[in-house]
Each structure stands twice: as C-alpha cells, then as structure tokens.
C-alpha cells in the first residue's frame, strides 16, 4: 500500500529512509517491515501511529541505530547509517540519539540527578542534570530516588536523562503506556518542550490515537508499512488533549 504523503514545511532533512524491510527468521518468517520509505524533518515532532505488532517499534529502533535493516537503507543528515560500522554507530547513538521507553529504566540506588549524569558524564556538550530536570518539571526532586518519585516523575526523570546531552533526535517509544491520563499529558508536556526548546526532531510511538493530534506529522502503520501520512494544519497542546 503507498502512502498518502504530505508535504512539510520543514525543508531541513534529518531522516531518509528508503526501502527499510526487517524480516526475522525461524520457522516462519516474521515481516516486521515491508520496504517503508520516509523523511523526518529537523525540529518536527512526529506521531507514528498504528497497532501492536504493525512495525513501529521496529522503524524507531532501526532510526535510533539499535537494530539493522534486513535491506534498504537510511540517512541521518545526509550520512548513510546503514554503512556504519559498529563503533559509528555507538558514536551516532551517543552524540545523537536520546531515547525514551515504556518503561523508564533508571537505576534504584541512583538519585534523579545521578541518573541524569550517567549521560552528561560521557556527552560533548551536554546540559547540567539540575538544567535537564528542571526543564521538564523535577527541579524540586533532584535529590530523591525512583522509589520516592510517582511513575509520571520517573518518566520524566528518562525524558530528562535523555535530554540532558542535546540530541539531535529524541525517539519515544509509548512513553505514556505504563500512565493514567492525567499523568500522560504531563509526561507529554516534557517532550514537547523538549522538541521546542532544544530544536529536536522528535518521534513518539503510540497507539492511542488522542495523541495524534499534538504531532507535526502523523504516520499511520500497519503490517509493517506506513499506509498515511497526514499534517496536522492545527497542534493541539497536551492539556487540550482528551483521552
């Protein structure tokens, strides 16, 4: 199926992907990609959309340089990834990428702002972790650990960590799938200031369709194809958001 492209104001390009499959092998073959063209644009944040299993995890973490295409290829910058070797990509996930999961994956002996500076200790340029919590709300909490902090706080301290080095690119995968509502907008609201203050092309997985309607662009998957592309004319705010 082709996508339904839709043309963007963002003329600066930051992603091309052309062609990606991912296939897994065993007894049968699983497809979790099949042939997905796209371009992300600086500064823009995107929604990929779609159900379990219809290949966006896949793509971000392909994107993000923790998985390899089974073919295809894709561009960071103009730079093909898909010819990195495996210390290129170490230094393309490090200086560029920050990543942000269901699950936040901090570390129970650590305080907020240690966690933080696991990152800021082996950036180039990075933010303080006291600058990095503060911007996404936690200014207040630097000092206490995961145990202390309620599940949006802990997920905001992962969007912080993933921050605090200034990527390029901020990957989201279902960053409000462990949340309640009230809890997910905030959590929303640190990674749209992110992407607005910092300039970061931002990409957030999810399958709650409300979220759709914050993005630049919405990207719409199913088996392991992109099947639209749409422009959102209007952003609403997280807080406009009804779940």
């Known amino acids: 199926m082709t996508p339904v492209l839709a043309s963007a104001t963002h003329q600066t390009e930051t992603f091309r992907a052309l062609g990606l499959t991912?296939?897994?092998?065993?007894?049968?073959?699983?497809?979790?990609?099949?042939?997905?063209?796209?371009?992300?644009?600086?500064?823009?944040?995107?929604?990929?959309?779609g159900p379990s299993g219809s290949g966006k995890s896949t793509l971000l973490n392909i994107l993000g340089g923790l998985d390899q295409p089974t073919s295809g290829k894709f561009y960071f910058r103009?730079?093909?990834?898909?010819?990195?070797?495996?210390?290129?990509?170490?230094?393309y996930r490090r200086d560029n990428v920050g990543f942000v999961f269901q699950f936040y994956n901090l570390i129970p002996s650590l305080t907020a702002r240690e966690n933080v500076a696991l990152v800021t200790e082996i950036a180039k340029a990075p933010m303080t972790p006291d600058e990095a919590l503060t911007m996404v709300g936690l200014g207040h909490?630097?000092?206490?650990?995961?145990?202390?902090?309620?599940?949006?706080?802990?997920?905001?301290?992962?969007i912080a960590r993933a921050i605090a080095k200034k990527p390029s690119v901020l990957l989201c995968d279902e960053p409000t799938g462990a949340l309640d509502s009230k809890t997910g907008i905030v959590v929303l609201q640190a990674i749209?200031?992110?992407?607005?203050?910092?300039?970061?092309?931002t990409a957030v997985i999810t399958h709650n369709a409300v979220m759709a309607s914050m993005a630049d662009r919405v990207m719409r998957f199913a088996d392991g194809q992109i099947?639209?592309?749409e422009r959102n004319r209007t952003k609403l705010k997280p807080e406009e958001l009804s779940w």
Not at 24 to 42: I, K, N, Q
Not at 192 to 201: F, I, S, Y
């Open 192 to 201: 749209v200031r992110a992407n607005q203050e910092l300039g970061t092309t």
């Open 141 to 158: 909490r630097l000092d206490h650990f995961p145990a202390q902090l309620s599940g949006g706080e802990q997920q905001r301290v992962a």
């Open 78 to 91: 103009g730079r093909e990834v898909t010819t990195f070797s495996q210390h290129e990509l170490t230094m």
């Open 227 to 229: 099947v639209s592309i």
């Open 22 to 49: 991912k296939t897994y092998d065993g007894e049968t073959p699983v497809y979790a990609l099949r042939g997905v063209d796209l371009e992300m644009f600086e500064g823009e944040l995107v929604v990929l959309l």
